[in-house]
């Protein structure tokens, strides 16, 4: 889904809008030609933006020295304080090259973007399976090993193991993802959405995960589960590329 | 003048003329002052803003020279106190005291005292004398009253560096102002004069004349309290006022964020620090 800048822009509240537009206008100016594109990413696309989520930008760059990133720092500290956007930069070799360490998070950019500046970099990028499946059995495995801290460490304090665990729900909706895109499903990539069908594919309840009537732990057994599961399915996947 | 003194209010009994004059000289002595500020503002000139995209705001973001601080670039190092300084004197404690607990050399214990911890040495000279003042058990029993002493202190350094980047009015042009604030107590003055033309009463007469240096106190003190900031120096407040919206909703819920940022919240907003306030112990200074 590549929606149009100017539908994600609508969809900002008005503040957040000026701010980003305000910052493509300054990074254009500062950078030039060697500003290659500026993209709006995450859940300001996505949807789900919250007053308190980051905006995330992603800028393209021919030239990455000190003094020419430098360049944006007034913009961005502005734009971070005003609407917190979260920049990220690339240099445009990196992309493609990149792409086997990255897959998952080149994957969540390229289907879900808005261009603010310049062309799509993500446009002709090929990602490899091989990279995603293990990529996403990395975050999974990471995931499974931050609950049993996250448990012992907030099991006396259960309204911050349930922030805790929506924090890492997050973090475990781009590899749960990327592991629908290795089985050749398009499902959305919104949590909710996300949530829906692996539980639905891997037959683990995920209702527990999102629900507030439902205890700490119990939501912590039920990420466990869906995790545990999301892991052997992955680990036993034949992959190829797109 | 005479003939003027015959008409109303300078003709009216006495209750009625003191009650009238009371009120105009008030409102005239406020316009005196109204005046010393739009004269001020338009001494000022415009109000500049910095382009980004100028090497000027370059060169300062990237070699750390002190920029003027205008609408457009958020303050740098220790301009953040400048800016709190400018906010008020309460914005300046509130910054310094931040610096401190969020560094991690000053902390307000659980019976309600400032620690400072000789252990951590802040980079800053600005914060390294603020420490030593706070350290100094002379500076005042309740934390409330070394924070202010710290402050007051460290004050003059930083309305120099104010003055010197053009947000506060130079000395010269602050003293005109007050003088052209007391225009309307003037005014008002000869408003009383003129009943003396047709009144003997001492009494009246001696209300009149505690009536225009009560109003002479006020509109000095009002003068020294509005003509002091530059023109520049509101623009850049506003301004940044509304440019800290995410930053400022972030340090309220708590977030994590690097020291220099919880202190620009806490130079601009004080001590209305919400949940990170708290967790650095200085929710002490919100209390009543």
């Known amino acids: 889904m590549i929606p149009s800048i100017a539908t994600v822009l609508a969809m900002l509240p008005a503040q957040t809008r000026v701010r980003i537009e305000a910052f493509a206008r300054e990074a254009r100016s500062q950078l030039g030609d060697d500003l290659v594109s500026l993209i709006v990413y995450g859940s300001a696309v996505r949807g789900g933006l919250t007053p308190h989520s980051d905006v995330d930008v992603l800028a393209v760059v021919r030239r990455d020295d000190a003094a020419f990133l430098a360049r944006l720092h007034g913009a961005a500290s ?17 992309i493609a090259r990149a792409a086997d360490v990255f897959p998952l998070f080149f994957d969540d950019v390229r ?42 460490d907030h099991a006396a304090d259960p309204p911050t193991m349930r922030l805790e665990l929506e924090a890492l729900h997050k973090r475990m909706r781009g590899p749960l993802h990327g592991l629908l895109q290795l089985h050749k499903s398009h499902a959305r990539s919104d949590l909710t959405a996300v949530l829906d069908v692996i539980g639905a594919r891997l037959g683990v309840d995920t209702v527990p995960l999102t629900s507030r009537a439902i205890d700490a732990l119990t939501a912590a057994d039920a990420t466990a589960r869906l995790l545990d599961a999301a892991i052997a399915d992955v680990d036993h996947l034949q992959t190829g590329s797109t | 003048m005479f003939e003027l003194a015959h008409t109303w209010p300078w003709s009216a009994p006495m209750e009625v003329f003191l009650a009238t004059f009371i009120v105009l000289s008030v409102v005239i002595s406020l316009g005196g002052v109204l005046v010393a500020i739009v004269v001020g503002n338009v001494l000022d000139g415009p109000v500049r803003t910095t382009a980004l995209s100028s090497s000027a705001s370059l060169s300062s973001a990237v070699i750390g020279v002190q920029a003027t601080l205008r609408p457009g670039q958020l303050p740098h190092g220790d301009e953040v106190f400048v800016t709190a300084l400018l906010a008020g004197l309460a914005h300046l404690e509130a910054a310094l005291a931040t610096a401190g607990a969020a560094a991690g050399w000053l902390r307000v214990t659980d019976r309600g005292e400032l620690e400072v911890l000789a252990d951590v040495v802040p980079d800053e000279p600005l914060l390294a004398r603020c420490k030593e003042i706070l350290d100094d058990p002379g500076a005042g029993r309740t934390p409330r009253h070394r924070l ?23 000395v010269d042009r602050r003293s005109g102002l007050i003088l052209l604030s007391l225009a309307g107590v003037v005014v008002a003055a000869v408003l009383g004069v003129l009943r003396l033309f047709v009144s003997t009463s001492i009494e009246e007469a001696n209300v009149i004349q505690y009536v225009l240096w009560l109003e002479a106190g006020l509109v000095v003190v009002l003068a020294i309290w509005l003509t002091a900031r530059h023109r520049q120096a509101r623009a850049w407040l506003s301004w940044l006022e509304d440019s800290i919206d995410a930053l400022r909703a972030d340090v309220r819920a708590g977030r994590d964020l690097p020291v220099g940022d919880v202190v620009l919240v806490a130079a601009v907003d004080g001590f209305r620090l919400g949940r990170t306030g708290a967790r650095l112990g200085l929710d002490v200074f919100t209390k009543v």
Request: hydrophobic share 50%; aromatic share 2%.
């Open chain 1, 78 to 94: 502005l734009a971070r304080a005003a609407a917190r956007l979260d920049l990220r930069v690339l240099h445009v070799d990196e």
């Open chain 1, 111 to 152: 289907g879900c973007h808005a261009v603010l500046v310049g062309v799509d970099p993500f446009k002709d990028l090929v990602i490899h399976d091989e990279h995603r499946r293990l990529r996403v059995e990395q975050e999974l495995r990471e995931a499974r090993q931050g609950l049993r801290r996250l448990v012992i």
């Open chain 2, 148 to 170: 202010r002493t710290a402050a007051l202190r460290l004050r003059p350094d930083l309305m120099a560096r104010a003055e010197a980047l053009g947000l506060l009015r130079a």
